[in-house]
């Protein structure tokens, strides 16, 4: 008791006290010590292979939780190249982007700016930091933000960080245009408006009806703004994403995208305009204050780019639909509740926390690793298992996840819940 009593007069034990009596954290603690076999959270990689194998929890399995869509992480130019920009830069840049950049940082913005056929790209140390840096800076307090409901999460992050400066901000149903034309409407008269949305929703693998929402945001003086994040280097010809291939150009929309999951190096950009750049240098908090990506990156970024504009390029993005394709055909032999599959993202509805977890062991336990996703990242009860194909998955790995998931899916998926996965 006088333990306790000190412990209490400690003002880091009281605020680790009253964390761990908040609601998710209990929620999550409860699930970490209800099934400590299932939780399959927050795992430790003990060691890499060829061909997407991995050994967790002293098992090798196969890994079908990667966005490393393309394999990239693997290539022989790619570490070269990181190797390169050791020998040439060292690790870190030294300061914040606001004082100086090494010259790879401006020829990776160059380079990316070509390959996407943008007008300009600005490079933040992260897809959330992007979010986090851009959203707020664009706005001003006479102007509006309408947000997806089912945007990343850091897009809901970044639109918090714009409301408490004043910005307008309100949510739309997912991929509604009705909802969406709604909530402009409300907002007005504005000055200017931004609708964010992602361009592959990253639970479902679902894309956003983007020529209607450039539609209503053109009658709407708004712009949109896509998180491509999950598309980017995967999606459309030669993997510029799902804005070009779908638009034909970025004439009103600004371009998030990721250069850690299909391009396999390190940060995030902005595609915009030379004026929006040049104001996000100023108005960005992570840009004027934060550290940039390490040099070594620039350079593999640069590399990435070259081998998607190679003759490699369109060959790496065929092996991964191949291997989609083949997914999408053998599961839904199977019989298997799916959503996604135009990108590398593919979801299996399953039902409640319980089902999922335990679905995501007995894959597991047969030598496949899957990422079993629940409450908060999706609605409550309606878990999923987010399966994420590879260029480098062989065939034999792929119907042999699918026989898995199958007999797992069968013992104790939940048939109500099965249009749950629509929702992402």
Excluded at 80 to 91: K, M
Aim: with cysteine.
């Amino acid at each position: 008791m006088i333990l306790k009593a000190r412990e209490m007069d400690n003002p880091l034990s009281h605020l680790s006290t009253n964390l761990m009596q908040s609601t998710l954290v209990r929620y999550y603690h409860r699930l970490v010590h209800q099934y400590p076999d299932l939780h399959m959270k927050d795992l430790v990689q003990e060691e890499t292979g060829p061909e997407r194998q991995i050994r967790l929890q002293g098992r090798w399995v196969t890994n079908f939780g990667s966005d490393s869509f393309l394999g990239l992480d693997q290539h022989p130019a790619v570490l070269e190249a990181l190797q390169r920009g050791i020998r040439n830069w060292g690790s870190h840049n030294g300061c914040s982007r606001a004082f100086s950049s090494v010259e790879a940082n401006e020829r990776a913005e160059n380079r990316l700016a070509e390959w996407l056929r943008a007008p300009a790209v600005l490079i933040f140390p992260s897809v959330t930091l992007t979010n986090l840096g851009a959203l707020p800076a664009l706005l001003t307090r006479h102007d509006a933000l309408v947000v997806d409901q089912y945007a990343h999460h850091c897009i809901h992050q970044g639109m918090k960080i714009a409301k408490a400066q004043g910005i307008q901000t309100a949510i739309f149903s997912h991929n509604d245009p009705d909802s969406l034309e709604l909530t402009l409407n409300k907002f007005r008269p504005y000055r200017n408006a931004i609708i964010a949305i992602d361009g592959v929703y990253s639970m479902s693998g679902m894309t956003p009806p983007l020529v209607e929402f450039q539609r209503i945001a053109r009658q709407n003086r708004a712009c949109l703004y896509v998180d491509d994040a999950h598309g980017t280097g995967v999606m459309g010809e030669r993997g510029r994403g799902t804005v070009y291939d779908t638009l034909g150009n970025y004439d009103n929309t600004l371009v998030v995208g990721s250069l850690s999951k299909g391009l396999s190096c390190f940060g995030g950009f902005i595609a915009c305009t030379p004026e929006i750049k040049f104001a996000l240098k100023v108005r960005s908090g992570p840009m004027v204050f934060g550290g940039p990506v390490p040099p070594p990156y620039l350079e593999a970024i640069c590399e990435v780019v070259d081998l998607l504009e190679s003759d490699e390029g369109p060959a790496l993005l065929q092996r991964l639909r191949l291997n989609l394709e083949l997914f999408l055909q053998e599961a839904a032999r199977a019989g298997l509740t799916i959503a996604g599959g135009l990108g590398a993202i593919v979801a299996i509805a399953v039902g409640d926390e319980d089902a999922t977890l335990l679905a995501g062991k007995m894959l597991f336990e047969q030598g496949y690793y899957v990422q079993s996703v629940i409450f908060p990242a999706v609605p409550h009860r309606h878990g999923i298992l987010r399966v994420q194909i590879n260029a480098i998955h062989q065939a034999e790995q792929i119907r042999g996840l699918v026989k898995a998931l199958s007999q797992a899916c069968s013992q104790v998926a939940s048939p109500e819940l099965a249009q749950a996965v629509s929702l992402s």
